[in-house]
């Protein structure tokens, strides 16, 4: 018999909860998909761990999420891949 994954949360040293994008790009469309991302996002805010939203893409996912009081997002709406200098660049500029 196998365990649970949410054992590793008693059982190693972690501080952070990442939310798949699959969980996310059903958000606005899938009440299953939203209902989910909630209670991860207060699983990690009342075992005081970080948790990052990856695939974020749009306007509604972002809302959503800062909604729930998510403040740590991945995906194309915030900028696709850069390479090392634009990167750089960008973050000088929105720094």
Do not use: H, W
């Amino acid at each position: 018999m196998g365990y649970s994954s949410l054992i590793y949360l008693k059982r190693f040293p972690i501080n952070t909860l990442k939310i798949d994008r699959s969980f996310i790009q059903d958000i606005n469309g899938d009440s299953d998909g939203a209902f989910i991302a909630k209670a991860i996002i207060g699983l990690g805010q009342k075992l005081k761990l970080n948790v990052v939203a990856e695939g974020v893409e749009t306007m509604e996912q972002l809302q959503f999420l800062q909604n729930q009081n998510c403040t740590q997002m991945q995906g194309f709406i915030f900028s696709r891949p850069l390479p090392a200098g634009e990167m750089t660049e960008l973050l000088k500029k929105y720094a």
